[in-house]
């Protein structure tokens, strides 16, 4: 298991451990992530790209796995996911850079 599936597996457990502990608050949360994640002016691929962007302004290792998965199974390919977080380096500067690497790292285990 590469360090990005067991990351997905990570998010899954803190999920599953929320379920339990607050579940008011993961439903409310999974309601309004599930309406917004739905397609409308913006179909699913897409808003994967633009989450990829933000999972590497916000440098959050997590969040790239899930996305950069989200992406490619949403039919992104490599080029169109790199590209996405490289708007995330020109508006967040040297810091989203450096996550290029867990971006890169993703993308070639999601797609080995």
């Known amino acids: 298991m590469g360090i990005y599936t067991e990351k997905l597996e990570e998010i899954k457990s803190l999920i599953g451990r929320l379920q339990k502990e607050t579940p008011d608050q993961i439903s409310a949360f999974h309601q ?34 899930l996305h950069v ?15 996405a977080a490289m708007q995330a380096v020109l508006m967040h500067g040297g810091p989203a850079l450096m996550y290029m690497t867990p971006v890169e790292k993703a993308l070639d285990e999601f797609m080995s």
């Open 32 to 65: 309004f992530m599930t309406a917004v994640e739905k397609p409308s002016a913006l179909d699913r691929k897409h808003k994967e790209l633009v989450n990829v962007a933000l999972a590497v302004a916000a440098q959050c290792e997590w969040c790239i796995a």
């Open 69 to 83: 998965k989200g992406a490619l199974d949403a039919g992104a390919k490599r080029e169109e996911i790199m590209d």
